[in-house]
């Protein structure tokens, strides 16, 4: 049965057009879990996922989401600075930012800022002072300057914005299910000051066009195109000032500033999404039949798999699989996830010393972008190379 918050109007473009395309049901509700106990894993509370989408703008968002369901706390392991890779984006992110906004011993909040890295990161870079929302934060976890202070709860709407230069908002909007409030209250919040934003969210284009399964899960309740995050910021009272796609196009960065002008700058895109709702449903069944297969054979040739990632992807993963126990082990470089084991499967999660005593004959890497690196780690060792599948 639908939630008693079912939408039929999309909350970004405003149209009727919504469509159910996709559904996966009984999946775990958190992904990124830390849980030592795999009876508990395997126990873990399950959600169901019914993907609508907005045929006129693109969004798309799973209206089974219980946000009551979902919990963000001290377990909740998100942090993926382990990689040099995403190290290097995000002090990148933050130089740019720093330059193109002009922002220098100026003041910065973040909502949902996670361990504080990014805030620490264009804090430190920009002189600034910063103040981050996330009731994820962990103070032991990170050193932060004196002039930097983290709030352990979510964003309050109450609480001005008047001051920031900027507000930032990084991977965060897809698990909010009633966007269109949390933007109206951003604006509410800034007033009449010259705050720019930015905000960052998965790619939903690409997930959709690629069949990318494994990108959707339950704390993901909503998903944008570049048109329908333009569309939901210009109907709350922000001029959309660039949307850029980043980190090999998985992510889009949006930039806005405040405009008391309604409903400004709204480029409608006729057919807009690029393909129609029931090609995305198509291309994630296709993606998700060729997987088990790919996973069948390999079994079928005697060969050990691990995954390489015990992050949201991995969960995806191994809850959609015909047969998950196919799947002997996944490794992770974040030492807080060792020895603990996934929602919904329970896989053991483990070092990548593991692959030193133990013959693994296929590697599949949850992100393409972290394979050199991961090949890199792997030569380190002076052990031969497994077969390697980079999941795009
Ligand atoms: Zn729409």
Redesign the pocket.
Known sequence: MLQSHFQVT?P??R?CNLKSFYKQDSVPVNSVVVIENRNHALSYPEGDIELFG?E??G?VNNQHFDPDLVTYDDSYEEPQGFSSTFQKYQSDLAEELISTCDIRNKYVVEIGCGKGEFLNAICSLGNNRGLGYDPVFDPIRISLPTNVVVKKTMFDSNESLENADLVCCIMTLEHVFRITELIADIRTSIGDSATKLYFQVPNAERIFNLGAFHDIYYEHCSYFTEN?LR?LFSHTGFKVIEISQRYQGQYLGLLAEPTTKADNDIAYRPNYPSQPLATWGANLIQKREAMNNIISESKQNGESIALWGGGSKAVSLLNILNQPTWIDIVIDINPRKHNTFLPGTGHKVVNVDYLINNNIGLLIIMNPIYEIEIQNQISSMNIPLPRILSLN
């Open positions: 999309c970004c473009c149209s907005c006129q703008c969004f329908s569309q």
